[in-house]
T-cell receptor, first 109, second 112 residues
Framework: EDKVVQSPLSLVVHEGDTVTLNCSYEVTNFRSLLWYKQEKKAPTFLFML????IEKKSGRLSSILDKKELFSILNITATQTGDSAVYLC?????????FGTGTRLTIIP | NAGVTQTPKFQVLKTGQSMTLQCAQD?????MSWYRQDPGMGLRLIHYSVGAGITDQGEVPNGYNVSRSTTEDFPLRLLSAAPSQTSVYFC???????????FGQGTRLTVV
């Protein structure tokens, strides 16, 4: 069965800090790994990763995938209060999109 | 652009009642899925569909039925609601292939 494990479950940092969120996975037929940000309502898409070692970047957020070690990280630099959210890691494999429990990130002004 | 539309946004049911959560998408996406989200549990897959007429079970299918008679619609039926089904339900859709999933705004269901 496909499995996604995110760590830490929650994280509290001060504005301006850099954070790293982790996602490890197990899947028999890997297609892609996706990161989403969830604030009050529906998750919103951040990145899709399919190849190892290629960094995806959007502003202060970046992510990379290691298909040999079966993990991905999401980095956020110079955090802002608007980055406070739950970050979800999703694994697309075997025609299903399976999510981890998420990391709740809180940024203190 | 409507995207993925879920109705209703909120619902309160009594134990044993049945109801259908509606999900519609106008993007001609082949894949549609239903998730439930409970505190500390992330998104758990209930049922999914890879196309009209095809559905399959996810991680937590018990107590829920689905059907996919058209590409656009993917309703989720609760046959006999239980308090354990109190949750926020999200519908998602995506195009076939390696593509992102788009989510509806969610339905908050309370079973008393």
């Amino acid at each position: 069965e496909d499995k996604v494990v995110q760590s830490p479950l929650s994280l509290v940092v001060h504005e301006g800090d850099t954070v790293t969120l982790n996602c490890s996975y197990e899947v028999t037929n890997f297609r892609s790994l996706l990161w989403y940000k969830q604030e009050k309502k529906a998750p919103t898409f951040l990145f899709m990763l399919t190849s190892s070692g290629i960094e995806k970047k959007s502003g202060r957020l970046s992510s990379i995938l290691d298909k040999k070690e079966l993990f991905s990280i999401l980095n956020i630099t110079a955090t802002q209060t608007g980055d406070s959210a739950v970050y979800l890691c999703g694994l697309f494999g075997n025609e299903k999109l399976t999510f981890g429990t998420g990391t709740r990130l809180t940024i203190i002004p | 652009n409507a995207g993925v539309t879920q109705t209703p946004k909120f619902q309160v049911l009594k134990t044993g009642q049945s109801m259908t959560l509606q999900c519609a998408q106008d993007m001609n996406h082949e894949y549609m899925s239903w998730y439930r989200q409970d505190p500390g549990m992330g998104l758990r897959l209930i049922h999914y569909s890879v196309g009209a007429g095809i559905t399959d079970q996810g991680e937590v299918p018990n107590g829920y039925n689905v059907s996919r008679s058209t590409t656009e619609d993917f309703p989720l039926r609760l046959l006999s609601a239980a308090p354990s089904q109190t949750s926020v339900y999200f519908c998602a859709s995506r195009k076939a292939g390696n593509t992102e999933a788009f989510f509806g705004q969610g339905t908050r269901l309370t079973v008393v």
